[in-house]
């Protein structure tokens, strides 16, 4: 299994400059993709006037520009990717959001006592970077004040095919970086051990699209 600085140091190369750039024309074009709606579709039947959010893993930011955009407060990206940050607090700056926004690199497990207790997290099809999920998904539950969002990938054998494909892809590359698809059950007892009840589900292949609830 790589280290975590090793997956960050990965992370980085893969999720670069020009991945960005693409990322981000395509939200220009056609808004956030499909997972990501969903989550957003989510989060629009929580309050969300005033609250805070931090987005782990938040790419080009799309959660964050509808989070400001219906009205929420602060929000804070940790990203393992300069390319995704630099694109993202670009965007804020071209839209006036400086004051309401943080960008921060690196593992969000070792950075979450940087930053205070959010009302919601999100983490979109980031779970599937992540080598040791339960140590993420443990730290998010008592991270978050309110809410956790999240999209993970199916644990099927389709799955698991797409990951084998990424690990000899990742290794041809020579990139530390692999994808991981954990247990589904596993995940949802996570939630269920730390006080959470899931209040939304949705599927959009080959994603899980859930928020869960403190009790
Ligand atoms: C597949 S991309 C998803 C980006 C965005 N959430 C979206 O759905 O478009 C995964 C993101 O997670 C970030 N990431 C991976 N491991 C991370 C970690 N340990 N801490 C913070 N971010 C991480 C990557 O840098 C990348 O931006």
Redesign the pocket.
Known sequence: MTT?QE??CG??LF?NKKTAAK?YRKYLKKGP?K??AKIIQQLAAQNVTGKSLVD?????G?LQWWFLQQGGGQTTD????SG?LKKAETHAHDNGWQDKTSFLM???TDLYQNVEDPHIITM???VC??PNFKEILSATCEKSKEIVSLSYPMDGIISQALRKIGDLYFMIKKNPYRPYVHSVKEIREIFASKGYQRVAHDLSFPWHVETYARN
């Not at 782990?56 to 080009?60: C, L, M």
């Open positions: 975590i997956h960050c992370a980085d999720f990322e993709v997972a990501t782990i893993g938040g790419g080009i799309a940790i990203d393992a990717s995704y690196g593992d969000c979109d099809k980031v970077c992540y």
